[in-house]
C-alpha cells in the first residue's frame, strides 16, 4: 500500500482483556518497528523485525506483550491481561532498510477500563 | 527516553514570528529525524539528517546537524498556524536500527 495501515484505529479493552493491534507495512520495507507513546510523551521503542525475524525486543515492558510477524510483512501486537498502564497509543513504523527514512502509520489508541 | 532531550517542551509563538526547537543527545549520532504529530495522528516525516553540518530544508523549515555537539536544530521562518502541532526529534544512537524519541515539543501559533 501507499502508507502504513494500522487497525483499529481505536480500542477500549476491559481490564484483564487480551487485544490484538495489527499493521500493514509498506510493501518491501524489510523493517518494521513498534513503539508505544504514552500521552504527553515521545514515543517508546517496543520492538523491531527485520524480515520475519524478531530482532530486538528490549523494549516490550512485560511477557504479556508479544508480537509476530510470521511472513516478514503484517505484524501484530498481542497484549494479554491488558492493565490500565497500558492504556497508550501503539505506532507501526517501516523502513526499507537502515539509513533509509522510516513510515509511521496513524497509531491505534488503546484505553484500557 | 533521557538519551535525547528537546526543549523547549513546549513553545507559543505569534504568527509571522521565527523559532528554534532544539534537540541534544547523549550520546554519538548516525542519523537524526525530525517528525511531526497532530494530536491523535501518527507522526509526519519532516527531514533526516546523517551528516555533520548538514543542512536541510522544506518550505520554511530548516534542519541542522552539529555533529560534534551532538545536537540538531529545527527552525521555522514566518511561523503559520499550520506549523501548529508536537515535534519529536528521533535518533539512531551509536548504530541501532531503532529510533530514540525525544519528548516533544508542542508548538502553539497565535494568530
Known amino acids: 500500500g501507499a502508507g502504513v495501515s494500522q487497525s483499529p484505529r481505536y480500542k477500549v479493552a476491559k481490564r484483564g482483556q487480551d487485544v490484538a493491534l495489527r499493521c500493514d507495512p509498506i510493501?518491501?520495507?524489510?523493517?518494521l518497528f513498534w513503539y508505544q507513546q504514552a500521552l504527553g510523551q515521545g514515543p517508546e521503542f517496543l520492538t523491531y523485525?527485520?524480515?520475519?525475524?524478531?530482532l530486538d525486543k528490549s523494549g516490550l515492558p512485560s511477557d504479556r506483550f508479544f508480537a509476530e510477524r510470521p511472513e516478514g510483512s503484517v505484524s501484530t501486537l498481542k497484549i494479554q491481561r491488558t492493565q490500565q498502564e497500558d492504556s497508550a497509543v501503539y505506532l507501526c513504523?517501516?523502513?526499507?532498510?537502515w539509513g533509509y527514512g522510516y513510515t509511521f502509520g496513524s497509531g491505534t489508541r488503546l484505553t484500557v477500563v | 527516553s533521557q538519551e535525547l532531550e528537546q526543549s523547549p517542551q513546549s513553545l507559543i509563538v505569534q504568527e509571522g514570528k521565527n523559532l528554534t526547537i532544539n534537540c541534544t543527545s547523549s550520546?554519538?549520532?548516525?542519523?537524526l529525524y525530525w517528525y511531526k504529530q497532530k494530536y491523535g495522528e501518527g507522526l509526519i516525516f519532516l527531514m533526516m539528517?546523517?551528516?555533520?553540518?548538514e543542512e536541510k530544508s522544506h518550505e520554511k523549515i530548516t534542519a541542522k546537524l552539529d555533529e560534534k555537539k551532538q545536537q540538531s536544530s529545527l527552525h521555522i521562518t514566518a511561523s503559520q498556524p499550520s506549523h501548529a502541532g508536537i515535534y519529536l526529534c528521533?535518533?539512531?544512537?551509536?548504530?541501532?536500527?531503532?529510533?530514540?524519541f525525544g519528548q516533544g515539543t508542542r508548538l502553539t501559533i497565535n494568530p
Open positions: 550520546k554519538t549520532l548516525y542519523g
Open positions: 539528517l546523517q551528516k555533520g553540518g
Open positions: 513504523a517501516s523502513s526499507l532498510s
Open positions: 523485525f527485520q524480515n520475519e525475524a524478531q
Open positions: 510493501s518491501g520495507h524489510v523493517s
Open positions: 528521533g535518533a539512531s544512537l551509536q548504530g541501532a536500527q531503532k529510533l530514540v
